[in-house]
């Protein structure tokens, strides 16, 4: 089973081709998008792709997304903070192979570095966590956009923008973990972290400095898990979007 999650930018509009080449490329079984702007656009993909969809509501104007070749069971989502937050996504998806139901969440969480959007992305965090409600025994994966840095990784701060930089002057070029190690805490692994030590950035193409796309697989489907990796072709994946997608694929 091979998932995408990608932040496509302001809905893709003026780059839909590009991100539907790399999707044709990939061939995914399931796809997890962030800054939806457009549902009519999700609904074409799922039509040229030969999936079934699900976008969240929500106040915002950037949304998540979800598209499946297999059945999508049940769909919810949900505001982390109400009126203050992007939604949360969360849907039942039945794998044939998996002889029982995925339980997946797709996340865009609050941006920038600065400590005190840490201290907010990880309320979201919290509130998503206590509305998953994962079933004991059930494989469950959760991936986005989380705009939170990993302990384990060290963002190259030359490339990146000013007012990114000047945050981080204030707290000591350090940036806050608290997200991650939320996740790890609630027995999420970190895919691409679990499988490699190299840096895996995903923003911005060409040359990315930062990692904020990530997969969480709980325990129950971690030893499903054969890759994951950031999606460096074809050559229109530079041009589709300030993120690269990031790929796992799950022995199933």
């Known amino acids: ?9 302001d809905g893709g509009i003026g780059r839909e081709h590009f991100i539907l080449e790399v999707f044709s490329n990939t061939q995914p079984d399931l796809i997890f998008l962030q800054e ?8 074409e993909w799922a039509a040229t792709l030969k999936m079934e969809y699900a976008v969240a509501k929500g106040h915002s104007r950037r949304h998540v997304a979800i598209l499946s070749r297999f059945p999508i069971r049940a769909c919810s989502s949900d505001a982390p903070i109400p009126l203050l937050s992007r939604d949360v996504l969360m849907a039942t998806i039945e794998v044939g192979s998996l ?9 865009h969480l609050t941006a920038q570095p600065f400590f005190v959007f840490e201290w907010y992305r990880l309320l ?3 509130s998503m966590l206590r509305r998953l409600k994962q079933p004991s025994g059930s494989p469950c994966l959760i991936a ?7 302990p384990e990784d060290h963002p190259n701060l030359n490339l990146m923008a000013w007012h990114i930089r000047l945050m981080l002057r204030l707290q000591v070029h350090r940036f806050p973990h ?27 193409p060409p040359d990315p ?9 709980n325990e129950y489907l971690k030893p499903f898990l054969r890759n994951c990796n950031v999606i460096r ?20």
């Open 99 to 107: 002889h029982q139901l995925l339980h997946v969440a797709v996340v």
């Open 124 to 126: 979201e965090v919290k």
């Open 144 to 150: 986005g956009d989380f705009n939170a840095v990993s």
């Open 1 to 9: 089973m091979k998932v995408i999650t990608f932040n496509i930018k």
């Open 36 to 43: 939806i702007t457009h549902a009519d656009l999700v609904h």
């Open 233 to 252: 072709h074809p050559a229109a994946v530079e041009h589709a979007s300030d993120h690269f997608p990031l790929l796992a694929d799950f022995a199933l």
């Open 178 to 204: 608290a997200v991650i190690a939320a996740m790890r805490s609630a027995g999420f692994i970190d895919c691409f972290r679990s499988l490699y030590d190299e840096p895996g950035y995903t923003l911005p």
């Open 209 to 217: 400095a930062i990692r904020f796309d990530y997969f969480f697989a």
